[in-house]
């Protein structure tokens, strides 16, 4: 099984804060990704990263950011949320081109 | 525009029975075609992973068939148990540059029941 930590599980917040997903990985990978999944449709790649201090915008645009500043971690920002942004957010992670994509439990997010 | 699409969206399967999920794609740069599974509450898991030199790959009950003429893969789950209840996701992955980049299905929910 995949080492691959998020963190929180689950967050309910108003609207208006400003939000940090955690994404951490043991493995070493070098490349990282962001999905965003509504309750039981597919995933969405909003961001992706192949090395640190590397990011780029993934197929769904997104208002979130997200840094790449050490090889293990791969956080993603709202600095304002609404509840539009209300979804789930699945941090993945894989060695290579040609290798897996490992993925983490997700952060379930609500913004009221 | 829905680059992989996917059907069903939702399967109930006699234990014991073969569950089949297929899938379309467009874009013939794909060079990786995975299923991923979804447990309630958990990330997609890899199940099974093909490439399109080879039309089928079989891991245990889990089979992948694949046409590349068609532009269509399946998956095959065999002697399908309750254990196997999960939704299940095709994807595609299109190399852009140094970052590998998967394209999803729309997922399909397989209940097996007693």
């Known amino acids: 099984e995949a080492d691959i930590y998020q963190t929180p599980r689950y967050l309910v917040i108003g609207t208006g804060k400003k939000i940090t997903l955690e994404c951490s990985q043991t493995m070493g990978h070098d490349k990282m990704y962001w999905y965003q999944q509504d309750p039981g449709m597919e995933l969405h790649l909003i961001h992706y990263?192949?090395?640190?201090?590397?990011?780029e915008k993934g197929d769904l645009s997104s208002e979130s950011t997200v840094s790449r500043i050490r090889t293990e971690h791969f956080p993603l920002t709202l600095e304002s949320a609404r509840p539009s942004h209300t979804s789930q957010y699945l941090c993945?992670?894989?060695?290579?081109?040609?290798?897996?994509?490992?993925f983490g439990d997700g952060t379930r997010l609500s913004i009221l | 525009q829905q680059q992989v699409k996917q059907s069903p969206q939702s399967l109930i399967v006699q234990k014991g029975g073969i569950s089949i999920i297929n899938c379309a794609y467009e874009?013939?740069?794909?060079?990786?075609f995975p299923w991923y599974q979804q447990f309630p509450g958990k990330g997609p898991a890899l199940l099974i992973a093909i490439r399109p030199d080879v039309s089928e790959k079989k891991e245990g009950r889990f089979t992948i068939s694949f046409n590349k003429s068609a532009k269509q893969f399946s998956l095959h789950i065999m002697d399908s148990q309750p254990g196997d209840s999960a939704t299940y996701f095709c994807?595609?992955?299109?190399?852009?540059?140094?970052?590998?980049?998967?394209?999803f299905g729309t997922g399909t929910r397989l209940q097996v029941t007693l």
């Open positions: 990263s192949y090395g640190v201090n590397s990011t």
């Open positions: 874009n013939t740069a794909f060079d990786y």
């Open positions: 993945a992670s894989s060695e290579g081109l040609n290798q897996p994509q490992h």
């Open positions: 994807a595609a992955r299109g190399n852009t540059g140094t970052a590998s980049k998967l394209t």
